[in-house]
């Protein structure tokens, strides 16, 4: 069974502008998270889609969206970008979602940085 | 508000040395725990997660996690290191659709 992809693997930006990363779970998964991760903050949890529904979201300005497709595939955007914006941006799937502590699997990541 | 303190930043251990990754956790309750590791440039794979029942968790790759609530720890552990576990380890929490991870230590394998 294929792993959690995640696309594209590395991304350089400017500021102001936005970006678009995608994810895609394990077959059959019904849930993604977004994680974002920083040397400085570490892991942060930045929402959860459950069924084209977001379902959690974390403590992250607006300018960070997302969206879930029928597929289950996700994407995130984020607008007006910031140099604080640089990060690994770490997608997660599992079958019903992080209730109970299921167990997430995760993407390689998408490295963005913003210039 | 729950948390997690992983106290060591960096270890350095020798191959073939026994390894101990601490993990701290404040929370009232019993929490849901987990280990993940991360190699360079990927995602993270989970160890070994602790919910309920037994609070000795055996995981992959050999490592293996005690739960102490009256140390509020879940310290990871693995008898015999070799280099491929060089990488850096999360310890985290989840509780009520929140979940935290510390901060990571680092782990590099002497030859």
Redesign the interface.
């Known amino acids: 069974k294929a792993g959690v992809t995640q696309t594209p693997r590395y991304l350089i930006k400017t500021r102001g502008q936005q970006v678009t990363l995608s994810c895609s779970p394990i077959s059959g998964h019904r849930s993604v998270s977004w994680y974002q991760q920083t040397p400085g903050q570490g892991l942060q949890f930045l929402f959860e889609y459950f069924s084209e529904t977001q379902r959690n979201k974390g403590n992250f300005p607006g300018r960070f969206s997302g969206r879930q497709f029928s597929n289950s595939r996700s994407e995130m955007n984020v607008s007006t970008l910031e140099l604080g914006d640089s990060a690994l941006y770490l997608c997660a799937s599992s079958l019903e979602g992080r209730g109970r502590g299921e167990t997430q699997y995760f993407g390689p990541g998408t490295r963005l940085l913003v210039l | 508000a729950q948390s997690v303190t992983q106290p060591d930043i960096h270890i350095t251990v020798s191959e073939g040395a026994s390894l101990e990754l601490r993990c701290n956790y404040s929370y009232g309750a019993t929490p849901?725990l987990?280990w993940?590791v991360q190699s360079p440039?990927?995602?993270?794979?989970?160890l070994l997660?602790y919910?309920s029942g037994d609070t000795l968790v055996q995981g992959i790759k050999g490592f293996e996690a005690e739960f102490k609530r009256s140390q509020s720890s879940f310290n990871l552990r693995k008898p015999s290191v070799h280099w491929s576990d060089a990488a850096e380890y999360?310890c985290?929490l989840?509780n009520n659709?929140?979940?935290r991870?510390?901060?990571?230590t680092r782990l590099t394998v002497k030859p």
């Not at chain 2, 991870?101 to 990571?104: I, S």
């Open positions: 849901y987990f993940y440039g990927q995602g993270l794979q989970l997660k919910f999360f985290a989840y659709n929140d979940m991870f510390g901060a990571g």
